[in-house]
């Protein structure tokens, strides 16, 4: 099992910045690759980007490409998500999951075993 917990959600002005964290502890070992999804009221949740526990490679939804960063640190085993330009369509719960599990970099929400609780994210305009 691994558990993840995020942090870092808040309201902020359109044209601002957020730092989101997920921390994971338990069986960190087996972690492959991570997640960055986002839910806003009555909508699907969607991928926002991904990145491989070993090697570093990232992938990003065109919506958030050039505007967010995910970046990792081993050490910590933990994740982070830097959002910047933000806009009020950027507005949701922001989750962090993972899997143990290799191959591509999905979005695809269901190739996902371990999902943290969520942070709220309101970007004003």
């Known amino acids: 099992q691994v558990q993840l917990v995020e942090s870092g959600g808040g309201l902020v002005q359109a044209g601002g910045s957020l730092r989101l964290s997920c921390a994971a502890s338990?069986?960190?070992?087996?972690?492959?690759?991570m997640a960055w999804f986002r839910q806003a009221p009555g909508k699907e949740r969607e991928f926002v980007t991904g990145?491989?526990?070993?090697?570093?490679?990232?992938r990003h939804a065109d919506s958030v490409k050039g505007r967010f960063t995910i970046s990792r640190d081993n050490a910590k085993n933990t994740v982070y998500l830097q959002m910047n330009s933000l806009k009020p369509e950027d507005t949701a719960v922001y989750y962090c999951?993972?899997?143990?599990?290799?191959?591509?970099?999905?979005?695809?929400?269901?190739?996902?075993?371990?999902w943290g609780q969520g942070t709220q994210v309101t970007v004003s305009s």
């Open positions: 338990g069986r960190t070992y087996n972690i492959a690759r």
């Open positions: 999951a993972s899997t143990p599990g290799g191959g591509l970099l999905t979005p695809a929400a269901g190739s996902y075993d371990y």
């Open positions: 990145i491989r526990w070993s090697g570093g490679s990232t």
